[in-house]
């Protein structure tokens, strides 16, 4: 099966802004293509780098419209943009990837089911939409954690359960959504894995990235992965694959898994889009997450990217801006950028806050040793806990 190629020098479209969206733009340029965004903040990092910024909601149908008539294919950065949104963009447009993918993605409970489907193992779990089935739950689904399905991303609307009771009341906190009860697992690491697929069905992976998060936010990514053994490497990447495969995935793909203490995978949720833990790509391989992204929108060809040199990320949230007493500064980046092998990038975010995603750092080196140690220096050159 063949594929249409969108040659460089047509327009690519991105739904959303942010700063996915800015570095799918930068890999889209570097390659020839215009670029267009939408998004409706007009300040938008994505949107101040690209050559058309269209100012409006997702759903907004004379800016959809406006997108279609620019772009010759279209993607999204973000994995809530509605699912709509992208459907209607495909009467016109090819897009990547599609409603429907997109739209599993979005919902806990159809995540799930897709994981089920594929025979991939995730952990225990039950949907909750009424107080029925509160009722009737099954107890060994306890302690856990409370999920709603849709909305939810870097820890938010989340809420660790271990009664009946907390469990009741955490779901009225939440406002009676639909959710998911996860039953909570005795966990070693996560990793992630970032495969690329194509309309033509051809696929390929980075390899798989050890993450470490702090309140719900990924704060460390690591690769080579220190604690993986090649068996559960294996696993991760023909699960990923699979899962991509029967969602008809056009586009890069993230997956992110559970190690048990057993040693066993598990599947924790998947991102229709490129992913934080793979902002490493761009220094690290000689084919980043987003060159992926353009290539398997346009139909060019997917190549197997390398892993060059060994890699810390560190994640930069907007805490970094404040000092003790809570008065704005600027982090140490001479310092930080004194270390070999220190690639910074900074979003382009107009305001710092607490929490915020304001860039990432990485540190390449000849080996994990070295990338590791100055990875160490620089976290304590930025006031960031170390691991």
Same mark, same amino acid.
């Given at each position: 099966?063949?594929?249409?190629?969108?040659?460089?020098?047509?327009?690519?479209?991105?739904?959303?802004?942010? %700063?996915?969206?800015?570095?799918?733009?930068?890999?889209?340029?570097?390659?020839?293509?215009?670029?267009?965004?939408?998004? $409706?903040?007009?300040?938008? $990092?994505?949107?101040?780098?690209?050559?058309?910024? @269209?100012?409006?909601?997702?759903?907004?149908?004379?800016?959809?419209?406006?997108?279609?008539? /620019?772009?010759?294919?279209?993607?999204?950065?973000? !994995?809530?943009?509605?699912?709509?949104?992208?459907?209607?963009?495909?009467?016109?447009?090819?897009?990547?990837?599609?409603?429907?993918?997109?739209? &599993?993605?979005?919902?806990?409970?159809?995540?799930?089911?897709?994981? &089920?489907?594929?025979? /991939?193992?995730?952990?225990?779990?039950? *949907?909750?939409?009424?107080?029925?089935?509160?009722?009737?739950?099954?107890?060994?689904?306890?302690?856990?954690?409370?999920?709603?399905?849709?909305?939810?991303?870097?820890?938010?609307?989340?809420?660790?359960?271990?009664?009946?009771?907390?469990?009741?009341?955490?779901?009225?906190?939440?406002?009676?959504?639909?959710? *998911?009860?996860?039953?909570?697992?005795?966990?070693?690491?996560? /990793?992630? *894995?970032?495969?690329?697929?194509?309309?033509?069905?051809?696929?390929?992976?980075?390899?798989?990235? %050890?993450?470490?998060?702090?309140?719900?936010?990924?704060? &460390?990514?690591?690769?080579?992965?220190?604690?993986?053994?090649?068996?559960? !490497?294996?696993?991760?990447?023909?699960?990923?694959?699979? @899962?991509?495969?029967?969602?008809?995935?056009?586009? &890069?793909?993230?997956?992110?898994?559970?190690?048990?203490?057993?040693?066993?995978?598990?599947?924790?949720?998947?991102?229709?889009?490129?992913?934080?833990?793979?902002?490493?790509?761009?220094?690290?391989?000689?084919?980043?997450?987003?060159?992926?992204? *353009?290539?398997?929108?346009?139909?060019?060809?997917?190549?197997?990217?390398?892993?060059?040199? $060994?890699?810390?990320?560190?994640?930069?949230?907007?805490?970094?801006?404040?000092?003790?007493?809570?008065?704005?500064?600027?982090?140490?980046?001479?310092?930080?950028?004194?270390?070999?092998?220190?690639?910074?990038?900074?979003?382009?975010?107009?305001?710092?806050?607490?929490?915020?995603?304001?860039?990432?750092?990485? @540190?390449?080196?000849?080996?994990?040793?070295?990338?590791?140690?100055?990875?160490?220096?620089?976290?304590?050159?930025?006031?960031?806990?170390?691991?």
């Amino acid at each position: 099966m063949t594929q249409h190629v969108i040659q460089p020098g047509a327009t690519l479209g991105v739904l959303g802004g942010g %700063q996915l969206g800015r570095m799918f733009v930068h890999a889209a340029q570097a390659l020839g293509y215009r670029t267009a965004v939408l998004d $409706p903040d007009p300040r938008s $990092p994505a949107g101040q780098v690209s050559h058309v910024h @269209i100012s409006t909601p997702y759903l907004d149908a004379t800016g959809l419209q406006q997108l279609a008539q /620019v772009a010759a294919a279209v993607t999204t950065e973000f !994995e809530n943009v509605p699912a709509t949104a992208l459907a209607a963009l495909a009467v016109h447009r090819p897009v990547a990837p599609g409603a429907a993918a997109v739209s &599993v993605c979005q919902d806990r409970a159809k995540e799930k089911a897709h994981f &089920v489907a594929c025979g /991939v193992p995730c952990a225990p779990h039950a *949907v909750i939409t009424s107080t029925d089935q509160l009722a009737s739950l099954d107890p060994t689904l306890l302690p856990g954690i409370l999920k709603t399905a849709q909305l939810g991303y870097d820890g938010k609307g989340q809420v660790r359960v271990n009664t009946p009771e907390q469990l009741a009341a955490a779901w009225a906190a939440l406002k009676g959504v639909p959710c *998911v009860l996860e039953k909570m697992l005795p966990l070693q690491f996560e /990793v992630s *894995v970032i495969v690329a697929r194509n309309a033509a069905g051809e696929v390929v992976n980075f390899p798989l990235q %050890q993450n470490l998060h702090r309140d719900g936010i990924l704060a &460390v990514t690591t690769v080579p992965a220190p604690q993986l053994t090649p068996e559960i !490497e294996a696993q991760a990447c023909t699960a990923a694959r699979t @899962i991509a495969a029967r969602l008809n995935y056009v586009g &890069v793909l993230c997956v992110e898994f559970f190690i048990l203490q057993d040693g066993s995978l598990v599947a924790n949720e998947m991102a229709p889009r490129p992913h934080n833990s793979g902002h490493y790509t761009i220094d690290a391989c000689d084919l980043s997450q987003f060159d992926l992204q *353009v290539r398997a929108m346009t139909g060019l060809p997917l190549v197997t990217p390398r892993l060059h040199s $060994p890699t810390v990320m560190l994640n930069l949230l907007g805490d970094l801006w404040f000092d003790a007493n809570g008065k704005l500064r600027e982090p140490n980046w001479p310092g930080v950028l004194q270390l070999p092998g220190a690639h910074l990038h900074l979003y382009g975010k107009t305001e710092a806050r607490k929490g915020r995603k304001m860039g990432h750092l990485t @540190i390449t080196g000849a080996t994990a040793d070295d990338a590791r140690a100055n990875a160490l220096l620089a976290a304590a050159l930025l006031g960031l806990p170390l691991w």
